[in-house]
């Protein structure tokens, strides 16, 4: 296809002048963590870069206890989601039955009830049972609030696995475990890895049940950034360097699954 | 023939494979006591004279709860500022999402770095984004929006102050456009690039191919995307907790601000309980037409 000059140019310019305004809260935030507070009150570009607010930040001793509450809440959960999600999509993918039809759309539903209509009833019941404030309540809640989504990413993936791979191995004696495990698993493995790296985003920036169930001892990244909207939160270099390690590790898998995590978020309704 | 034959003689000889059909169960008993427990306790609770700190507050209150929701105007203002939240994120988002997805389709230098960029602020959690905006770009002082402002010859604005509502609106609309251009692209990339090149050699413009047949291509992942993010923009909460309060007054509270306030600023459990039944309601009408429109596509 041709397109004019005329088409090219406009498609350059206005495409990276969109990128870069998008962009550009992201990388200001990166820049200003580079400064010194008082620079980083003064919104110029030029200042001495410093790495004293990383330091700052990372020598309050509970940086570190909230960056790992988040991984261990966010691998936690993501594990959690799978171990159940596995078996349920290799079940409906392999083995369908006249309901699974409607348990799929089912499970789709359960994700549509808003969290905070069940604010109240899951704080009680995490209260009485003595779980607020850990990463348990966390991993729970996450596992279950992300289990639809991984059911049916899961789905649409082993639904593309050719029935007759399976069968052949079901004619070698393979039992149901060993079918999943040494069939099923090496076959779809970039697929269940996509979808526990959707997964594993969507614990690590939620920010519902982290600033409810929450107070410090079990508070993720999401938690701690929001101890910033107090009056420290002037600290502008201080916000910036905390904030810039919260996001890295998660933008940077965001970029190499954006493919990938279409499919999941839109229940593969588009793909 | 043979084949077929042989592998169908072999799996009638097996007895029915029970135990691969019955591994969804696991799943389904979990989210069914996930879904059911809590919704049962919120209206119980809803019906309840309740509060988390006073133990002498107790019994049934019938329909009190909800008509004191109804009765308080604060009910109300956070309705309608859920719903300018609600359709004004939406309109900002898909509007530009479509226009952005038929941009970034467009061969040009560059293009996938661009576009990875563009899609990143769906990736900040989002009490970096609310904090990063107010305090960064926002502040009437420190801001680089004021600067902006000022270099312009204009007077800065306090944002927060001022127009709180359309403050937060743009914040959430900054975390959402990605979605939307994310989905919206995959979307446009399926269109037949031939059925659009015959359009173009039978004299269609720029403008005609885009109405007459991106947009007719992109209507069903339009509607995925507006019923999405319905969803999750029915409830936004971080950004609204670590900006604003809620206020000024009561000029940011949403309903999901006002429930969690009233249940864990005013310990009211039964009040926020009746609030809670109102939210799911609203996310129920959603949810109807989103289910109805995926399962149109799924094959079992």
Redesign the interface.
């Known amino acids: 296809m041709r397109e004019t000059v005329f088409q090219r140019v406009f498609a350059f310019v206005v495409g990276w002048g969109v990128a870069i305004l998008l962009f550009f809260p992201i990388a200001w935030m990166v820049l200003t963590s580079f400064k010194s507070e008082v620079d980083a009150i003064t919104p110029r570009l030029t200042f001495t870069p410093t790495l004293s607010s990383y330091a700052e930040v990372l020598s309050r001793a509970d940086y570190l206890s909230f960056a790992l509450n988040s991984v261990v809440v966010s691998v936690g959960g993501t594990v959690l989601a799978l171990l159940f999600a596995i078996p349920a999509a290799y079940s409906m993918a392999f083995h369908p039955t006249q309901r699974t039809r409607g348990t799929l759309l089912w499970m789709l539903s359960t994700k549509m009830l808003p969290p905070v209509g069940v604010l109240v009833p899951i704080y009680i019941l995490a209260r009485d049972s003595a779980l607020l404030d850990t990463r348990t309540v966390l991993v729970i809640m996450y596992a279950l609030a992300n289990l639809p989504i991984v059911v049916w990413m899961l789905f649409t993936f082993y639904k593309e696995v050719p029935k007759d791979i399976l069968e052949a191995g079901r004619m070698d004696g393979a039992r149901t475990v060993s079918e999943v495990w040494y069939l099923l698993l090496p076959l779809t493995l970039p697929g269940v890895a996509s979808t526990g790296l959707l997964s594993l985003i969507l614990c690590w920036n939620e920010a519902f049940w982290s600033l409810n169930l929450t107070t410090s001892s079990a508070a993720p990244l999401t938690a701690f950034i929001a101890s910033f909207s107090s009056p420290q939160g002037l600290f502008f270099a201080k916000l910036s360097a905390a904030s810039t390690m919260a996001v890295a590790p998660i933008l940077v898998f965001g970029w190499f699954s954006q493919r990938q995590l279409v499919r999941g978020l839109t229940f593969g309704a588009v793909k | 023939m043979s084949a077929t034959l042989i592998?169908e003689n072999?799996?009638a000889a097996?007895p029915p494979?029970k135990?691969?059909?019955?591994?969804?169960v696991?799943?389904?008993v979990?989210?069914l006591l996930?879904?059911i427990?809590?919704?049962v306790?919120?209206l119980w609770?809803s019906f309840q004279y309740y509060n988390l700190v006073n133990p002498e507050v107790s019994g049934f209150a019938g329909r009190d709860n909800y008509e004191f929701l109804v009765t308080d105007p604060d009910f109300w203002v956070s309705l309608r500022n859920t719903m300018t939240l609600l359709i004004s994120v939406l309109v900002i988002t898909v509007g530009l999402g479509t226009l952005?997805a038929v941009?970034?389709d467009?061969?040009?230098?560059?293009?996938k770095?661009?576009?990875?960029?563009?899609?990143?602020?769906?990736?900040?959690?989002?009490?970096?984004?609310a904090?990063?905006?107010?305090?960064?770009?926002m502040h009437p002082?420190?801001?680089?929006l004021?600067?902006v402002a000022l270099a312009f010859g204009l007077q800065p604005v306090d944002w927060f102050a001022s127009y709180p509502l359309a403050a937060v609106i743009a914040i959430v609309s900054?975390e959402w456009?990605?979605?939307a251009l994310?989905?919206l692209l995959?979307?446009v990339q399926?269109l037949d690039?031939e059925q659009r090149?015959a359009a173009r050699m039978d004299g269609a413009g720029?403008v005609a191919q885009f109405f007459f047949i991106t947009l007719p291509h992109l209507s069903?992942?339009i509607s995925?995307?507006v019923m999405?993010e319905t969803?999750f923009l029915?409830?936004v909460?971080?950004e609204i907790?670590?900006?604003t309060s809620g206020g000024p007054g009561n000029a940011t509270t949403n309903?999901?601000f006002l429930?969690?306030a009233r249940?864990?600023l005013q310990y009211d459990?039964g009040g926020?309980?009746a609030g809670?039944?109102v939210?799911?309601i609203?996310?129920?009408i959603?949810?109807y037409f989103?289910?109805r429109?995926?399962?149109r596509?799924?094959?079992?």
Do not use: C, D
């Open positions: 592998r072999v799996a097996k494979r135990t691969g059909s019955l591994l969804v696991p799943s389904v979990v989210l996930w879904m427990v809590p919704l306790m919120t609770f952005l941009l970034f467009q061969p040009f230098p560059g293009q770095i661009a576009r990875v960029l563009a899609i990143s602020p769906f990736f900040v959690m989002p009490t970096v984004s904090l990063i905006w107010k305090n960064l770009l002082i420190y801001g680089v004021g600067a900054w456009l990605p979605f994310l989905i995959t979307a399926s690039h090149e720029v069903r992942a995925v995307v999405i969803i029915l409830t909460f971080a907790f670590v900006t309903l999901a429930i969690y249940a864990l459990v926020a309980s809670g039944v939210a799911i609203l996310a129920n959603v949810a989103l289910v429109s995926i399962a596509r799924l094959e079992v």
